[in-house]
C-alpha cells in the first residue's frame, strides 16, 4: 500500500511563531509526531512519503503515487484539514483520518472519509490494516481500552525534512493524574500516566543522534511529571547518556505546577539539559481555580512555585484562562499582573472553550449554557458557552490583557528579568562539558537574524534604549544565556503581529454577538407583546 502522509496547516497562531522561524529560517516549530508514529505503527511492507503542509504542499507526483491518503491533525488545523479530505476524494483516493480532531469531532467527519481511526493508534491502526486487508471500503475504529505504551515503536523520525523544524518532538507519556474540568486530555488519555520505558526513549534519542539532529527536542507530554516515580528513573539514565555523548540537544516539555515542590526532580532535569517548561498556571485567582478542579495549583503560593523553578534553572512558559464560572471583573488584569510579577516572559492568554466531551462541556450541556458544536476553538475566537459573567466584559478584558502582554517594553522587562534569575541558578554557572566539535563558522541565517533584531529592536523600535542597555546587562551578568536570551526576545516579532489578530478578530466577533443578541431581545419582546395581546 502506497500511503501518502498528509499534515494540515495550522492557522496563525499564539504557537505558530512565523515571524521568529523565519529569522532563523525554519519552516514550522515542531514536526507531525503523531503521523510519523501512525507510519511506524502500520505494516512495513507499506510505502511511505510525508508532507507537512506547514514544510511544503503536496506535488502533482505525490498525490498520483498515493493509494490511501492518512490525515492527523488536532482542533485548530481544522480548515485545511477538510480541504484536504476534499481535495483527496476529488482525485479519488482512499482517506483514513486520526488523530485529536478526529476523536473529539467524528461526527463532523462521518460521511466525509472513508477510515476514522480513532483514539490511540497501538490498538486502532491494526484494526484499521484488518478492515483494509479484507477489501473493507470503509470503517470505524474504536478503543475502550487505552494502550501500554512501551511496546510503541521508534516513530519514523526518517520521513521528516529535519532542517525545516526548529524543535524535535519526542513522548515519554501520555495521561495526567490530575482532574482540570476543561481539560480534554484525560478524556483523550486517561488519568493513569503511561510512560515508555528509559530505554525506549533513549532509543528514539539515539536514532534521533543518529540522523544528525541536534537542537532543541520538545517532550510532547502534556504533563511530563505525571508519574513522577516513572520520570525520575528516565532522568537517572538520561542524564550519562547525555554527559557520554557531549550533551547533544536541550529539552522542554510541559508539566504541571507541582513541580516546584520536588527540588531533586527538578534538579535531575537541570542535570539533563531540560531548559525550558511549560507550566498550566491559568489563572491567580484561587476561587476560580477551585471552580476548575485545578485544586494542585492552590497548595503552595503560585508565584513562590514560579520562583522556584526558574531560580533551579529552567526557564518558564505558561498558560493563563479568563472566564471561569464566579469569576470577578478585573481577572484579565490580575493575570497581566501576575506575569508581570513572576516574570514569564511568554504567557499564552486564552478565553475558555468547552471542549467536546470535557466535564466542562458535560456541566454545561446539562446546564443549557453551551452555544452549539463548534470545532473552531483558539486564541481568536469568542468563548463557545454562555459564561457567569458578560461576554463583553470577558472578551474586552482578554483582547486588554492580551496587547498589555505583549507591549514591547513589558515584554523585553519580564525577559530580562527573567534571565537574570535563571542566570543565578547553580546549574547555569557551572557550564556542562560539550563534546568538542570542529570550529564552525556562525551560520549566515544566524547572523541575518541577529542584523534584523538588531534593527528592528535596537534601532527602530521605540524600545532601543532598553534593548541594549539590556543586553549589556545580559553580557555582564548571564553570557552563557545571551543566545537563549536574544531567540525570546526574537519572538516578540511574532506576538506583535499575533495580538493585532486577536484584537480585530475578537472585536469583529463581538459585533456579530451584540447584533445576534439584539435581534434575540427584539425578538423576544415581539413574543411578549403578541402573547399579553393575546391574554388581554
Ligand atoms: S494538569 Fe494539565 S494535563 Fe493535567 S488535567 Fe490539568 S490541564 Fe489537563
Redesign the pocket.
Known amino acids: 500500500m502506497r500511503a501518502l502522509l498528509l499534515y494540515p496547516l495550522f492557522p496563525k497562531s499564539f504557537w505558530s511563531f512565523e515571524k521568529a522561524l523565519d529569522l532563523v529560517g525554519r519552516k514550522a516549530l515542531l514536526p507531525p509526531l503523531g503521523l510519523i508514529t501512525v507510519a511506524a505503527i502500520l505494516p512495513r511492507e507499506w510505502e511511505f512519503k510525508l508532507v507537512d503542509r506547514n514544510v511544503r504542499s503536496v506535488t502533482e507526483a505525490e498525490w498520483d503515487w498515493a493509494e490511501i491518503v492518512i490525515l492527523s491533525g488536532m482542533i485548530v488545523q481544522k480548515g485545511d484539514m477538510l480541504d484536504q479530505i476534499r481535495e483527496a476524494k476529488r482525485r479519488k483516493k482512499k482517506v483514513a483520518i486520526g488523530g485529536p480532531y478526529a476523536t473529539s469531532f467524528y461526527k463532523e467527519l462521518q460521511g466525509e472519509v472513508d477510515y476514522l481511526v480513532l483514539d490511540e493508534g497501538e490498538i486502532t491502526l491494526p484494526m484499521f490494516v484488518e478492515a483494509i486487508e479484507k477489501g473493507e471500503e470503509s470503517g470505524i475504529f474504536r478503543a475502550t481500552e487505552k494502550p501500554d505504551v512501551t511496546s510503541t515503536p521508534i516513530p519514523r523520525y526518517d520521513l521528516l525534512e529535519l532542517d525545516a523544524y526548529s524543535e524535535m518532538s519526542v513522548q515519554f507519556s501520555r495521561g495526567?493524574p490530575?482532574?482540570?474540568e476543561?481539560?480534554d486530555?484525560?478524556v483523550l488519555y486517561g488519568r493513569k500516566p503511561r510512560t515508555k520505558t528509559p530505554q525506549q526513549l533513549i532509543a528514539e534519542l539515539e536514532y534521533l543522534y543518529e540522523l544528525g539532529w541536534r537542537r532543541t527536542i520538545f517532550l510532547v507530554d502534556?504533563?511530563f511529571i505525571?508519574n513522577k516515580r516513572n520520570v525520575k528513573l528516565l532522568l537517572r539514565a538520561l542524564q550519562p547518556w547525555m554527559e557520554e555523548k557531549g550533551y547533544p540537544f536541550t529539552f522542554g516539555t510541559e508539566a504541571?505546577v507541582d513541580l516546584a515542590q520536588d527540588q531533586e526532580l527538578m534538579d535531575l532535569m537541570t542535570a539533563c539539559n531540560f531548559g525550558t517548561v511549560f507550566l498550566?498556571i491559568e489563572t491567580p485567582d484561587e476561587g476560580s481555580l477551585e471552580v476548575t478542579k485545578?485544586f494542585?495549583n492552590t497548595r503552595d503560593p503560585l508565584s513562590e512555585s514560579v520562583h522556584k523553578i526558574i531560580s533551579s534553572g529552567i526557564r518558564i512558559m505558561a498558560g493563563f484562562i479568563i472566564g471561569f464560572d464566579g469569576e470577578k471583573s478585573g481577572a484579565g488584569d490580575r493575570v497581566v499582573e501576575f506575569v508581570e510579577k513572576s516574570t514569564i516572559p511568554l504567557a499564552l492568554f486564552s478565553m475558555l472553550q468547552a471542549l467536546p466531551d470535557t466535564a466542562l462541556w458535560h456541566r454545561l450541556e446539562k446546564e443549557g449554557r453551551l452555544i452549539g458544536e463548534s470545532g473552531d476553538v483558539n486564541q481568536t475566537t469568542l468563548m463557545n458557552f454562555m459564561p457567569t459573567r458578560s461576554v463583553e466584559e470577558i472578551a474586552r478584558e482578554y483582547v486588554e490583557g492580551f496587547w498589555r502582554l505583549y507591549d514591547p517594553q513589558n515584554y523585553l522587562d519580564r525577559t530580562y528579568k527573567h534571565y537574570r534569575i535563571l542566570g543565578e541558578a547553580p546549574c547555569h554557572k557551572t557550564p556542562k562539558p560539550r563534546k568538542k566539535k570542529a570550529k564552525k563558522k556562525m551560520e549566515w541565517a544566524t547572523i541575518k537574524a541577529l542584523l534584523i533584531i538588531f534593527w528592528r529592536q535596537g534601532i527602530l523600535r521605540k524600545t532601543r534604549s532598553t534593548f541594549w542597555y539590556y543586553l549589556w546587562e545580559m553580557f555582564r551578568h548571564n553570557r552563557r544565556g545571551v543566545p537563549s536570551y536574544l531567540t525570546v526576545c526574537a519572538q516578540i516579532e511574532h506576538f506583535l503581529e499575533y495580538r493585532q489578530i486577536v484584537k480585530e478578530q475578537i472585536e469583529a466577533q463581538l459585533s456579530a454577538y451584540q447584533a445576534r443578541m439584539k435581534e434575540i431581545e427584539a425578538e423576544s419582546q415581539v413574543k411578549e407583546q403578541e402573547i399579553s395581546a393575546i391574554a388581554s
Open positions: 495526567c490530575f482532574q482540570c476543561f481539560c486530555i484525560i502534556d504533563n505525571g504541571s498550566g485545578k494542585q
